[in-house]
């Protein structure tokens, strides 16, 4: 079984590639109804906007943050809370992840979490742009998840291990090598990203690739809002982008309902986001 088949079969049993789909919708639904470019709102905005609600809606699923808890029944007992702040009717399709299947496991302060042998940190990109995405340009963090290494049968062309990188990165990367090592996981990227026009958005799950000089930026991807999410696709890495029609409207993620009474109530939440030094 291929690395990408065993973290998408792995972490779609539990839930968590369903949480991430419900909580990218929910971030991006809540950022668009708010945008309004005569206030001065633009692209930049848009993307720090949903990426602080994206890590909000993560903790939310994932029971996590402002929003962990020390069993099941605190989690139910807590559900006002975790409902706060959403559009009507989103906290009831919100997946059922019971509480510390995953855990928070942020690397340099960027926002990440581990569910059994994978951590899953965040990242926004240029939409359309996926396949490109310069992980050099990328925070020290964000280079080291790139560097940590191939996946098993990967057959590289360069046969040196670290290359040519700085000094400080060859460091940085050994370290981060440790402690996954340490940590028995495997680092993953979640990259998301919107055309603010069409309200398109995309969303991947993959392996970064440091890819110097240009090249493929995944070892491989997968994309969460496809029908089927734990499905590999058969393609890995499209060799141009594919986004799917759009709507003038941001659609509802592909999840499993949570059949609980209670809804959102319309206060509003904000939680750092990230942090191009992480």
Sequence with gaps: MSEQQDALEDLDSRGVLAGLAWADASAYRRTMDDYDPDTGHDQGWV?????????????????????????????????DLVAAGLAPGEHRKMPSIRPGVVVWSDLNQSPGWRCG???????????????????PQKSPTKQRVASQGRPAGWLDPHPTLFGDEPEYLTAAIQALRDEDAELNATTLIVAHSIERELSIRELYLGRSRLNRGGGDAWYWKHDLLAANPGTPTAKPIPTSPDPRPGSSSIQDAPVRLRRLPSEGSGERRDVSGENDKQ
């Design 117 to 135: 042998d994978w951590r899953l940190l965040l990242t926004s990109f240029v939409y359309g742009e996926s396949n490109s995405i310069p992980w």
């Design 47 to 79: 993307g720090s906007t949903a990426h602080r609600l994206f890590v909000d809606r993560l903790h939310r699923v994932f029971s996590t943050g402002k929003h962990s808890v020390d069993s099941p029944e605190s989690a139910s007992a807590g559900l």
